[in-house]
């Protein structure tokens, strides 16, 4: 399998489309909903996925569900990440969206808040579905709107061949092995660090990736009673040892510029030996650099920490328009893409991991890394706050702005996470 170059720009947020697919813009005309003279009902189905699988893999998938059953009919409309996101975003507004559509996490809070998804835990009750087989689920006051089909995860990638020259014999698993043998891979000399930290303030993604997974990583929340718990000892924990990483000199130069992508290149380029990345760089990498010998673990925990870890994601998210006159049917199609078989199928061909707990993906043709991420996906838990949340991307940056300060002696981390806990609760309350 390979790795599909529109799916990684999506995960790097670095997506730029020029045009609009002219039936994504035609959506949400409110004619969907309509049954047909037969009692046939037509679904609009608006994502992006389908524009990064392979040719007719997901054309099949859907077709197989209107095969089981012959009264719906599906219409994909499929386009790139971008534009659908401009689509969905002013359908949302109008209340003119699909019947189903493709969601990113960070879009869910305002969607939701403007009445243009439905509660799906009404449905799933209507429908007797048992929401227990789901990994996860997005929810805005105990209701759920956005259902991860997908998940593509960021493990840490460790580069072997730097570890076995430091002395380093183990992958570390906690922080205080992850800081020493930083250390280690550091003090080879050269050009070589022992871990990047892409903080760009134009795409901050860094602060929900390479920042705060070390705190999900220990069981650790950025929010308490979904308001924000900045100040707390887990959190100031965290950026304490960000902190100590800088003070160290292990971080690789450029870190406040440095955007995700530019992580990756110097990983695969032998110049870093540990990050914190997606799961579908893993093609990438070794595309560009064959011969590099490296591994995906779990994230290092607090020393001590002996429950689950987390481990952050994005998904692939579904929910289904508040508008659309067959919500039933809708449903019908959305736990049909969450059973086993479908969503092990669907996960296959992505190279990404099953929303529906039960399901396992096809590991034969793939590179043997994802089985072991996958393992280690079981192991723990998805984990990412940021989404569901609003304004998601701003929160990112105000955060970044505060942690850049403490990494460059202007200020202590305490006046950031206070600061940081100010901003936040200005946006969500």
Same mark, same amino acid.
């Given at each position: 399998?390979?790795?599909?170059?529109?799916?990684?720009?999506?995960?790097?947020?670095?997506?730029?489309?020029?045009?609009?697919?002219?039936?994504?813009?035609?959506?949400?005309?409110?004619?969907?909903?309509?049954?047909?003279?037969?009692?046939?009902?037509?679904?609009?189905?608006?994502?992006?996925?389908?524009?990064?699988?392979?040719?007719?893999?997901?054309?099949?998938?859907?077709?197989?569900?209107?095969?089981?059953?012959?009264?719906?009919?599906?219409?994909?409309?499929?386009?790139?990440?971008?534009?659908?996101?401009?689509?969905?975003?002013?359908?949302?507004?109008?209340?003119?969206?699909?019947?189903?559509?493709?969601?990113?996490?960070?879009?869910?809070?305002?969607?939701?808040?403007?009445?243009?998804?439905?509660?799906?835990?009404?449905?799933?009750?209507?429908?007797?579905?048992?929401?227990?087989?789901?990994?996860?689920?997005?929810?805005?006051?105990?209701?759920?709107?956005?259902?991860?089909?997908?998940?593509?995860?960021?493990?840490?990638?460790?580069?072997?061949?730097?570890?076995?020259?430091?002395?380093?014999?183990?992958?570390?698993?906690?922080?205080?092995?992850?800081?020493?043998?930083?250390?280690?891979?550091?003090?080879?000399?050269?050009?070589?660090?022992?871990?990047?930290?892409?903080?760009?303030?134009?795409?901050?993604?860094?602060?929900?990736?390479?920042?705060?997974?070390?705190?999900?990583?220990?069981?650790?929340?950025?929010?308490?009673?979904?308001?924000?718990?900045?100040?707390?000892?887990?959190?100031?924990?965290?950026?304490?040892?960000?902190?100590?990483?800088?003070?160290?000199?292990?971080?690789?130069?450029?870190?406040?510029?440095?955007?995700?992508?530019?992580?990756?290149?110097?990983?695969?380029?032998?110049?870093?030996?540990? &990050?914190?990345?997606?799961?579908?760089?893993?093609?990438?990498?070794?595309?560009?650099?064959?011969?590099?010998?490296?591994?995906?673990?779990?994230?290092?925990?607090?020393?001590?920490?002996?429950?689950?870890?987390?481990?952050?994601?994005?998904?692939?998210?579904?929910?289904?328009?508040?508008?659309?006159?067959?919500?039933?049917?809708?449903?019908?199609?959305?736990?049909?893409? &969450?059973?086993?078989?479908?969503?092990?199928?669907?996960?296959?061909?992505?190279?990404?991991?099953?929303?529906?707990?039960?399901?396992?993906?096809?590991?034969?043709?793939?590179?043997?890394?994802?089985?072991?991420?996958?393992?280690?996906?079981?192991?723990?838990?998805?984990?990412?706050?940021?989404?569901?949340?609003?304004?998601?991307?701003?929160?990112?940056?105000?955060?970044?702005?505060?942690?850049?300060?403490?990494?460059?002696?202007?200020?202590?981390?305490?006046?950031?996470?206070?600061?940081?806990?100010?901003?936040?609760?200005?946006?969500?309350?």
């Amino acid at each position: 399998m390979t790795t599909r170059a529109s799916r990684l720009k999506r995960l790097l947020g670095a997506v730029t489309v020029a045009a609009t697919v002219a039936t994504v813009a035609a959506c949400g005309s409110g004619d969907s909903g309509d049954a047909a003279a037969d009692g046939t009902v037509t679904l609009e189905f608006a994502q992006w996925w389908g524009a990064e699988l392979p040719a007719g893999d997901f054309d099949k998938i859907i077709n197989d569900f209107t095969a089981q059953n012959p009264n719906i009919k599906i219409k994909l409309l499929s386009a790139p990440y971008a534009s659908t996101k401009q689509q969905l975003v002013t359908g949302a507004a109008s209340k003119t969206l699909p019947d189903v559509v493709g969601l990113d996490g960070a879009w869910v809070n305002d969607f939701a808040k403007q009445g243009a998804i439905a509660d799906m835990s009404k449905l799933m009750t209507d429908a007797n579905y048992d929401s227990s087989q789901l990994a996860s689920q997005i929810q805005l006051d105990g209701k759920t709107y956005m259902i991860p089909v997908v998940n593509f995860v960021y493990p840490l990638f460790v580069n072997k061949d730097l570890l076995t020259k430091a002395g380093v014999a183990d992958v570390p698993a906690t922080r205080s092995e992850f800081l020493d043998a930083a250390k280690k891979v550091t003090a080879t000399g050269g050009n070589v660090k022992g871990w990047a930290l892409p903080l760009d303030t134009a795409v901050p993604n860094g602060i929900q990736n390479d920042v705060m997974s070390w705190l999900w990583a220990s069981g650790g929340s950025m929010l308490a009673d979904g308001k924000p718990n900045l100040t707390s000892p887990q959190v100031k924990s965290t950026i304490e040892y960000v902190k100590s990483l800088n003070d160290a000199g292990v971080i690789a130069p450029g870190s406040l510029t440095m955007k995700e992508q530019d992580k990756v290149e110097k990983f695969t380029n032998g110049q870093v030996g540990m &990050m914190i990345d997606s799961l579908a760089h893993i093609n990438l990498i070794k595309k560009n650099k064959p011969d590099l010998d490296f591994e995906v673990a779990a994230l290092p925990a607090e020393d001590g920490y002996t429950g689950k870890r987390g481990i952050p994601y994005a998904s692939w998210g579904i929910g289904i328009s508040n508008s659309t006159k067959h919500k039933a049917e809708a449903f019908k199609f959305v736990s049909y893409l &969450m059973s086993q078989e479908t969503n092990a199928k669907l996960s296959t061909i992505a190279n990404g991991f099953p929303g529906n707990k039960n399901a396992e993906p096809d590991f034969s043709d793939s590179d043997p890394l994802f089985k072991s991420a996958f393992d280690i996906y079981k192991q723990g838990y998805p984990a990412n706050e940021f989404v569901g949340l609003p304004k998601a991307e701003d929160l990112m940056r105000s955060f970044d702005e505060q942690l850049q300060l403490v990494l460059t002696g202007k200020q202590s981390v305490d006046d950031a996470l206070a600061k940081s806990q100010e901003s936040w609760s200005s946006v969500i309350g």
